[in-house]
Structures are given as C-alpha cells and as structure tokens.
C-alpha cells in the first residue's frame, strides 16, 4: 500500500458527486458534500511513496527548509502558521483534502524554494535521494498547480 495524491481542477458541487468532503476540513474552504469535476477541469495523481516513505519526504522537506524536524512544528503550529510548506507539513498522509486556496500558497513555496532547497539537497543526500526526493518535490508542484485552480488536492 502507498499513499496516492488526486489533484483535481474546477470542481463542482454536485448531487451524487464523484468527490466527498468532509466535515472539518481544516485546510478546504469547501462546505463539506459532494463535488465533481466541471467543465475545464483537469486531473493529475501521482504515488507519493509508501506512507512511511511519504513521513520520510515531508521529513526532508521540513529539515532543508526550516532546519527542524517536523515534530517540532507539530509541537508549536501558531509559531510556524504560514510558513513555507507548513500547510503540507502539519498535515497527516490521512487528513483528507487540502482546498484551492490553501493549494495557491503550496504551489508557490513548491516554485519559489525549488533551487534553494535543491542546492541544500546536494549537499546532504545522496544522488538517488535527491533525484527521489525531486520526483516528488515536482509531483506536488504540479497538483498544487493543478488544485489552486478551484479545485482540491486529495489524499488517498
């Protein structure tokens, strides 16, 4: 088993809808029901890894570009809130959905912190973990921007 990413544009809300939200989505703007793709919308997923693979990689991700480990942020969320990437940290591979304008926000830290943490990359893994970490690193880019247009970025 492994954690899959679905990253949907331009949804709808629909009766019998072929996407669910849930109550209390902490990082979706949507009212929890039923919703599907509208017209003009697009889909990207992609396999996160393993769901231990996947905690490995948001790991990383935290220790390149904050210097902690991600326990830390956990710890103290108002200390960290809007920080770069914190949105994808601070959030369990079994949360559920992270909204558009939540996705927005991701997509550009994924865009403006791709070179820096790149270069700190180099430095610290090895080639196949960097080439790794990247192939996800870009995999998320691409769902964000796909799920910043009106749409959601799913964990399943």
Same mark, same amino acid.
């Given at each position: 088993?492994? /954690?899959?990413? /679905?990253?949907?544009? &331009?949804?709808?809300?629909?009766?019998?809808?072929?996407?669910?939200?849930?109550?209390?989505?902490?990082?979706?703007?949507?009212?929890?029901?039923?919703? !599907? +793709?509208?017209?003009?919308?697009?889909?990207? !997923? =992609? &396999?996160?890894?393993?769901?231990?693979?996947?905690?490995?990689?948001?790991?990383?991700?935290?220790? /390149?570009?904050?210097?902690?480990? +991600?326990?830390?942020?956990?710890?103290? +969320?108002? &200390?960290?809130?809007? #920080? #770069? =990437?914190?949105?994808?940290?601070?959030?369990? %591979?079994?949360?559920?959905?992270?909204?558009?304008?939540?996705?927005? $926000?991701?997509?550009?830290?994924?865009?403006?912190? &791709?070179?820096?943490?790149?270069?700190?990359?180099?430095?610290?893994?090895?080639? %196949?973990?960097?080439?790794?970490?990247?192939?996800?690193?870009?995999? =998320?880019?691409?769902?964000? $921007?796909?799920?910043?247009?009106?749409?959601?970025?799913?964990?399943?």
């Amino acid at each position: 088993m492994g /954690l899959d990413i /679905l990253a949907v544009s &331009r949804i709808v809300k629909k009766e019998d809808g072929d996407i669910l939200i849930g109550e209390n989505e902490s990082r979706c703007e949507y009212k929890a029901g039923e919703y !599907s +793709p509208g017209q003009g919308s697009t889909s990207n !997923s =992609f &396999r996160a890894g393993s769901y231990s693979g996947y905690n490995a990689w948001r790991a990383k991700l935290c220790k /390149l570009m904050h210097g902690i480990q +991600p326990e830390e942020m956990w710890a103290d +969320p108002n &200390r960290w809130s809007g #920080a #770069a =990437f914190q949105e994808v940290i601070d959030f369990s %591979d079994c949360e559920g959905v992270i909204g558009a304008r939540v996705s927005k $926000k991701l997509y550009t830290d994924f865009k403006k912190h &791709r070179s820096q943490l790149y270069q700190k990359a180099i430095e610290l893994f090895s080639q %196949d973990d960097v080439a790794h970490f990247f192939a996800v690193y870009d995999d =998320f880019t691409t769902a964000f $921007k796909i799920s910043a247009d009106r749409g959601l970025l799913i964990f399943c």
